[in-house]
């Protein structure tokens, strides 16, 4: 498996859809999932871009990992107040998601893979 990119309609049926449940989180997903906002443009986007691939193989078939491009969804980075990128959503399957800012090692998202999403 690879890192998927998303749009907003995929968006809206895969992870959540906030027209229809505004302010309400509900996640469609069946396995956690890291969605990865980020621009083409953007030097530590790219940095975090290996390591995210590098993740979807190893924990292939445990979690999804999707990228979102922040110029082309822009109504997207503004539902979810994307003000600095890249900006990782942590998605468990039960609970609500985390935010983190910032180029991430990926032993920090190894430990919040294990923390926020297998709970292991």
Same mark, same amino acid.
């Given at each position: 498996?690879?890192?998927?990119?998303?749009? $907003?309609?995929?968006?809206?049926? $895969?992870?959540?859809?906030?027209?229809?449940?505004?302010?309400?989180?509900? +996640?469609?997903?069946?396995? *956690?999932?890291? &969605?990865?906002?980020?621009?083409?443009?953007?030097?530590?986007?790219?940095?975090?871009? *290996? %390591? @995210?691939?590098?993740?979807?193989?190893?924990?292939?078939?445990?979690?999804? &990992?999707?990228?979102?491009?922040?110029?082309?969804?822009?109504?997207?980075?503004?539902?979810?107040? %994307?003000?600095? &990128?890249?900006?990782?959503?942590?998605?468990?399957?039960?609970?609500? *998601?985390?935010?983190?800012?910032?180029?991430?090692? $990926?032993?920090? +998202?190894?430990?919040?893979?294990?923390? &926020? @999403?297998? $709970?292991?």
């Amino acid at each position: 498996m690879s890192v998927k990119h998303l749009t $907003k309609a995929e968006f809206l049926t $895969k992870v959540v859809n906030y027209e229809e449940n505004p302010g309400e989180w509900k +996640f469609l997903g069946d396995k *956690p999932a890291i &969605i990865d906002f980020y621009a083409s443009w953007c030097g530590p986007c790219k940095a975090v871009a *290996p %390591i @995210l691939e590098e993740l979807a193989a190893e924990y292939e078939g445990r979690i999804d &990992i999707y990228k979102v491009d922040t110029e082309k969804e822009q109504e997207l980075a503004a539902v979810f107040g %994307i003000r600095s &990128i890249p900006s990782i959503l942590f998605i468990p399957l039960e609970g609500q *998601p985390q935010m983190a800012q910032g180029a991430m090692p $990926k032993t920090s +998202f190894v430990e919040a893979i294990n923390d &926020i @999403l297998l $709970k292991k």
